[in-house]
């Protein structure tokens, strides 16, 4: 999933650093993405990297560390236009590490793991609350923001009624 | 999501090779996790600078060539025991390259967007249709392969729904 890809469009739409671009990430497209402010770094050096993005140390008050800002270059702004234009017609992989922790536990892991879930559906259930506030945004229907949150809402609520099943099957084998 | 573990843990099962672990890792899984065997190799690379794996290469007929064969250090095997203890309570992340192409995107680069929905729509039916079938395996209801399906085909039920709503969305923009 590229994330380089939506920190440079952030970067050429203006400059920025680095835990601002995290804000204006999550702004876009909402707390489903999940966003851990600290993977921009590496996307913003990786960027620099091949030259996409220039880097210009901004020295500030006496008080204040420096700050990194970084803008997009000619080349930064043609990757752009070439990834906006990329084919987005093959689905999503659908991957979990529960599902990998499912294939590969051992049996006797099982109640370990449906008590896990207990908190899983929690935190789901938050998340699901939070990106649910974004369908009632003050925008058009048609705004990128309310269409990603329709998508994240519904992957969500499936994922909630699966993790309910789920921890019952568990639950029930512990009996 | 940890592929480097799930290789891990097919090693620690029995030594393979990087064809053979990828055949196994999507016997386990299914289809919905959309592994692309040659992302076993950099896994097994990893895992062998890291002294969990050894390689072992195995010299075949004069018409084959060589093959490398891998197995689990006992640092392998431990690392492989605290993974499968790690907790699992917090929930996926919830991303999609479409969710950047709408939020990054042109408004005039919708219509384009729009069409590609269709390839990726019946992408996604066929995917699903495959994922399913595993729903009906010969195994207990319980058994991991069918709990993961469920989950995957959840996932993609409610993918489906948003793909559909979402095209109809656009496509209404460009009429």
């Known amino acids: 999933m590229s994330l380089k890809h939506a920190v440079l469009a952030l970067v050429a739409e203006r ?22 402010p600290s993977a921009v770094y590496p996307a913003l050096e990786q960027l620099e ?3 996409l993005v220039v880097a210009d140390v901004q020295v500030r008050g006496a008080r204040q560390g420096p700050r990194v800002l970084y803008a997009a270059t000619p080349a930064g702004n043609a990757a752009l236009e070439t990834w906006l234009h990329a084919p987005v017609d093959r689905p999503d992989p659908v991957r979990s590490e529960l599902h990998l922790r499912l294939a590969f536990g051992q049996p006797d892991a099982r109640p370990a793991l449906a008590v896990q879930l207990t908190d899983r559906i929690r935190g789901c259930e938050r998340l699901l609350a ?13 705004a990128p923001a309310r269409l990603i949150a329709a998508g994240v809402v519904a992957r969500l609520e499936a994922e909630l009624r699966w993790l309910h099943e789920l921890r019952d099957v568990l639950a029930a084998e512990r009996a």
Request: charged share 25%; with cysteine.
């Open 15 to 36: 400059r920025g650093y680095g835990y601002e671009l995290a804000q204006r990430f999550e702004a876009r497209i909402g707390p489903g993405w999940q966003l851990s």
């Open 49 to 51: 990297r091949s030259g």
């Open 130 to 142: 939070r990106c649910a506030a974004r369908l009632h945004h003050d925008e058009p229907p048609n």
